[in-house]
Nanobody
Framework: QVQLAESGGGLVQAGGSLRLSCAAF????????MGWFRQAPGKEREFVAA????????YYADSVKGRFTISRDIARNTVFLQMNSLKPEDTAVYYC????????????????WGQGTQVTVSS
């Protein structure tokens, strides 16, 4: 079992920055990929970014490339999402997941999810 807990969401003006954290508890994450997804009201959960726990390879949705950076701290068992140049369309609940890195952009490939953290970007 893996438990995930997100934090760092909040309200920010367009152009601002936020840093989300996802702390993992339980079994080792060395076999997992870690991903960030987001879900806006009335929309499906969509892929944002992913990272391989072991090698640190990163993957991004086109909509966030160049603005968001995913990273991990192995010693702290924590994954981060640095979000810069935020736009109103980035407003959503952001979820952290652990699953197969082979399907890093697919919701169904993730075995564990956090409770989510709200990010609101005002114009």
């Amino acid at each position: 079992q893996v438990q995930l807990a997100e934090s760092g969401g909040g309200l920010v003006q367009a152009g601002g920055s936020l840093r989300l954290s996802c702390a993992a508890f339980g079994r080792t994450l060395s076999r997992y990929g870690m991903g960030w997804f987001r879900q806006a009201p009335g929309k499906e959960r969509e892929f944002v970014a992913a990272i391989t726990w072991s090698g640190g390879n990163t993957y991004y949705a086109d909509s966030v490339k160049g603005r968001f950076t995913i990273s991990r701290d192995i010693a702290r068992n924590t994954v981060f999402l640095q979000m810069n140049s935020l736009k109103p369309e980035d407003t959503a609940v952001y979820y952290c997941g652990a699953g197969s890195i082979l399907g890093y952009a697919v919701v169904a490939e993730y075995d564990y999810w956090g409770q989510g953290t709200q990010v609101t970007v005002s114009s």
